[in-house]
């Protein structure tokens, strides 16, 4: 070839390319797109032969010519990676829509277990009081007279013995009918002021749909400089709230437990009728919870505070009542029959 | 207890003020006396009037019915009827349209084979009051015909039942209610007036002589002769019907109805079947025997309380009279009783008989003995309204009076210490004179260091017991005043810090680890009986054998407290699985108790039994099933211990024999040197006497132990820049050798580069030499500061297999 002059191969390029630009358009695969490669850049490529020849061409054009043909050989492969690339990905996916599996099958058990409803209603409880400022204080099961109810103002005459019947290990060591004799034994061992909580396990000798021989309480006790019966009502309130929804009402009824004056049994309002009245309340739109009161001031007396110095009020509550008003469980033997299919639903 | 709405308004001052049940109801109830139920009683009988038969035919189409002109007291009505046993002029019950019959059925005009019916006329049954009856109910010929049927038998009335709690026997009467309404609704109490001073101990026909004036300070008496035989009065009967008293005979009833109206039980003796004119009251004597009411024969205790004449006990004092002096059909003359016996020794012969009466539960709770008095007279006032008799008399009484008054000074600022709300004194004087209370205001000068007025106040003889200290008093303000008024706020010094203890803490973790591991949470009683022990062999283990026993235990399975969770986790387990309910992954953690011999109490000690049983995985579309073994219960304790003590390992397991566990598959955990723990698989002789076909694998961990010594030192320690070299052995040892004291040399071989030991593989079998095992480790050498090379590494591992052979006799396996 015998050529100085560049125009003639920079006219020959623009047709190349136009060329390109117009069967690219016609591809439709990988391997219409292979064809076009060996056709436009393949080694007989009119592109390729040029840059072969590059070096016999006279000094002049050379460089022109080099980088005109480098610059649409790029162009070209540019367009057809990206050709490929895009026929590749189609290819791919369609490969995968074939991977199907049926979704629908059930997933691989994790192993998970459940607390049983009276711990977790015990740590729900514990949570709110927590929250408030108290600790969690602990006694024994097995108890004196003396500190079940003697020094809980019930001496041994007293006939508010007659409701509870009593477990005896000895003629004075017995079963903790409930957990307050864990407010005297607290108190013998802590100054005011005391904020605690004592969740635990009572006994009472009694078997049947509503009662079990063994229950669960919480009992609270609070003894400050100015304590009174006010803030009594504000913390239950803001404890019913919590634990069954601030649309219940609460209400304070006076009632008379031997350790605590004045005393109340405090109701939450029926969620079943709203507080108008039906089967589960007994048709008092009430549902009795907690029992309640000032600390009597007897009780400082056996644990050497001044009954002028301090004021405080106790309450307590059965965790099992407290579950089956929440869950609507209508036996209470349930709890402790440990079937795991009841277990499993909380 | 229940009371009538009509007998309260007996006692109460209404003019023409009406009264709402419902209200009252609601003010008891909120001012401590709680109203468990409101009955209305004439309410089933609405539209149900008293009518007189005036003539009445043949039913032209019917042989067996009638055609009456019934009188309603407003017309004259026509009436079919299917009754024959009537007569003309005989008042009936008469059912007008809308009534509705016991059964539910509607009354209304109906036509019965072509003759108009406008009611119908009801039998026994039709009202409620038998099962069955035949012909309709034949009213008394005093009734008044158009009046309403209830009203006319007594029966149109409200009844409340009353829950008392046991420091207010003072309202275990209609008269005691009665006052608490009067000072909650306002309305004045009527008077009653029973003097009868002038009648006491007028002569010595009859003699009372009290032994021990502390168990019985007051003992009254009155003889009524020839009382004349008749029955009680419809109302009566009714009123104690609806009091839940069941009629007897008119002395009897009256008894019942003066104890429930004023309070004071009183007992009636045939005085022709005493002995002589002498009553005594005295302790009994030993070896003494009555024969009570309820015809059973009671063995005395010398320091039960009895009525005697001069031969024999007649009445155990305040629970139950005598059979042999008991009023009968012949019973001429009556002695009456009205006493006041000392409470607890009521209680405590009470209970010691099982014998609870309206009488003993009164007694127990100290009566006032200004009663006895009042009820004699009231039993003298109704015996004569009701038999047209006059009973005059002597009334004998034997008193030991002792000071039942009291003055409590009440400091208004304490009032407002304990209630946090001001009360103005004017109300707390009406309150308390509401409740007759007298009050008197004094200026804070009244003593020295008194800082507030003071309300001195004056207890009446019949809230002696119970009102005794100002917060006796405060009480009685709160209540009436009204709990509602209070206002809610929060305690003054509330900004405080709660806080669970170290241990409070780490149960909750280790309970809420156990669930996200799949276990499900029990609790069981604290309770079991030997039976079940046995069966599960615990009761004869050393350690088991100190349970605490109860002396009053609800039967046999409740008799001994636990010392091990075990037999009743296995129970668990048992029941389960006979609900097919088969895998099982449960844990307890609960006290265990365990006798002291020196010590009062016992020793109360918090434990963590874990057990599992049937599958760990169950077989499913893309898993095969896998049985629970021993080594995952291992897998927990490691867990727990991992968790709670960090990554080295803080426990061993020793082998140790249990009778309840498989003898090969049974150890003891050791933390540190203290004994921490169990764990095994449950014998299987167990396994089949329980009659489960599969096993049982338990473990149970001493949490005072575990949870002291446990917290993890948390350190951060850097992450290895450098690349490990791993090595896997696999060593033939002989069969017995235990892996723990292999992996032990390994270490001790390994120096500091060896940071870890991990066993992948165990293979017995034709490959190996009979007796002998394969055993493979992968172990991984790094050096924190730089990359290692093979060839360090390697003479390591042969020192380590060197060491191997020598101790284990162990060869590298090719």
Known sequence: MNITDSSEIIKKLAEEKEKFSRDIKEVSSSEDVYKLKVRYIGAKSFIISTLGSVGSLPAQIRPVVGRETNIVKKEIEAVLEQKEKYFKSLQFDLDLRKEKIDISLPGRKMPAGKKHIISAVIEEIEDIFIGMGFEIAEGPEVETDYYNFEALNTPADHPARSLHDTFFISEDTLLRTHTSPVQIRYMEKNKPPIYIIVPGKVYRKDYDISHTPMFTQIEGLVVDKTINFGNLKWMLEKFVHEIFGKERKVRFRPHYFPFTEPSAEVDVSCDICAGSGCRTCGGSGWLEILGAGMVDPNLYRYVNYDPEEVNGFAFGMGIERICMLKYGINDIRLFYENDLRFIDQF | ?814
């Open chain 2, 1 to 814: 207890m229940k009371v009538t709405l009509n007998w309260l308004k007996e006692f109460l001052d209404l003019g023409n003020r009406g009264i709402n049940p419902a209200e009252i109801a609601s003010m008891l109830t909120m001012s401590g006396t709680e109203v468990k139920k409101i009955e209305y009683t004439g309410e089933k009988f609405k539209n149900i009037v008293v009518g007189k038969i005036i003539d009445f035919k043949q039913h032209p189409n019917a042989d067996k019915l009638s055609v009456c002109q019934v009188d309603s007291g407003t017309g004259l009505l026509n009436i079919v009827c299917g009754a024959n046993n009537f007569s003309k002029n005989d008042k009936v019950a008469l059912a007008l349209e809308g009534a509705v019959t016991s059964q539910g059925l509607k009354i209304g005009k109906s036509k019965l084979r072509g003759e108009i019916s406008e009611g119908m006329m009801c039998s026994e049954y039709e009202l409620g009051f038998s099962d069955e009856s035949e012909g309709i109910m034949i009213l008394s010929s005093s009734c008044t015909v158009g009046q309403g049927f209830a009203e006319s038998l007594g029966i149109d009335d409200v009844v409340f039942e009353l829950e008392i709690t046991p420091n207010r026997p003072d309202c275990l009467n209609v008269a005691g209610i009665a006052r608490e309404i009067s000072v909650l609704a306002d309305i004045p109490l009527k008077e009653r007036d029973y003097d009868a001073e002038e009648r006491l101990n007028n002569d010595k026909d009859y003699e009372i002589e009290i032994k021990d004036y502390t168990l019985c300070p007051r003992y009254c008496a009155k003889i009524f002769k020839d009382i004349p035989k008749i029955e009680s009065p419809e109302w009566l009967k009714n009123r104690l019907i609806m009091c839940d008293y069941r009629p007897i005979d008119l002395i009897v009833d009256i008894t019942n109805y003066v104890m429930h109206e004023v309070g004071q039980p009183l007992h009636a003796f045939d005085a022709d079947l005493l002995y002589s004119n002498k009553i005594i009251i005295r302790t009994a004597k030993s070896g003494e025997k009555i024969r009570s009411i309820d015809d059973s024969i009671r063995n005395l205790k010398e320091d039960m309380l009895v009525i005697a004449d001069e031969k024999k006990p007649v009445a155990i004092a305040g629970v139950m009279g005598g059979k042999d002096t008991e009023i009968n059909t012949s019973t001429k003359n009556v002695l009456l009783e009205s006493a006041n016996f000392y409470g607890p020794s009521i209680m405590r012969t009470s209970s010691a008989l099982g014998l609870r009466s309206e009488a003993s539960n009164r007694f127990e709770k100290k009566l006032d003995p200004g009663l006895t008095l009042i009820a004699i007279k009231r039993f003298e006032e109704l015996l004569s309204e009701i038999t047209g008799t006059k009973f005059a008399g002597t009334i004998y009484d034997n008193y030991k009076k002792t000071a039942r008054t009291r003055t409590i000074g009440l400091r208004l600022d304490k009032v407002k210490s304990v209630l946090g709300t001001e009360i103005e004194a004017a109300q707390i004087s009406r309150i308390l004179s509401g409740l007759g209370i007298k009050t008197k205001i004094k200026s804070a000068e009244f003593a020295e260091n008194i800082k507030s007025d003071i309300i001195a106040a004056e207890i009446p003889s019949f809230r002696f017991e119970d009102l005794e200290r100002e917060i006796d008093l405060i009480e009685e303000i709160a209540r009436i005043y009204g709990f509602e008024k209070f206002v809610s706020a929060p305690p003054a010094a509330l900004l405080r810090g709660g806080k669970y203890s170290f241990f409070q803490k780490t149960l909750r973790q280790l309970r809420q680890l156990l669930c996200d591991s799949g276990f499900y949470e029990v609790i069981n009683y604290s309770f079991t009986g030997a039976q079940w022990l046995q069966k599960v062999k615990t009761a004869s283990e050393d350690q088991y054998s100190s349970a605490v026993k109860i002396i009053n235990p609800i039967n046999e399975e409740f008799e001994y407290l636990r010392t091990s969770p075990l037999p009743l986790m296995v129970k668990n387990a048992v029941n389960n699985i006979n609900h097919d309910v088969r895998n099982i992954r449960i844990f307890e953690i609960t006290k265990v108790y365990k006798r002291l011999e020196d010590k009062k109490l016992p020793e109360e000690k918090t434990v963590l039994g874990v057990l599992i049983s049937g599958k760990s995985w169950l077989k499913s579309w893309n898993e095969n099933e896998k049985a629970f073994d021993f080594f995952d219960l291992k897998g927990v304790l490691e867990l727990l211990y991992s968790r709670f003590y960090g990554s080295t390992p803080a426990f061993e397991i020793s082998g140790r024999e249990f009778k309840f566990f498989h003898p090969a598959v049974s150890a003891e955990i050791i933390a540190g040197k203290t004994a921490a723990g169990i764990i095994g698989k449950i014998h299987p002789l167990i396994i089949e006497d329980l009659d489960i076909l599969q096993d049982i694998f338990y473990m149970e961990l001493d949490l005072e132990v575990f949870i002291k010594n446990s917290g993890r030192q948390l350190k951060f320690k850097p992450i290895p820049q450098f690349p490990a070299i791993v090595i896997d052995i696999a060593i033939v040892v002989d069969k017995d050798a235990k892996n723990s004291e292999i992996v032990n040399e390994i270490e001790k071989s390994g120096t500091s580069l060896l940071k870890e030991v991990k066993l992948f593989d165990i293979y017995v079998g034709r490959q190996v030499e009979e007796g002998k095992k394969s055993i493979a480790y992968s172990l991984t050498f790094r050096d924190d500061l730089r990359t290692l090379k093979d060839t360090e590494v390697d003479i390591i591992v042969k020192r380590i297999v060197q060491n191997l052979g020598r101790k284990f006799g162990a060869k590298l396996r090719q």
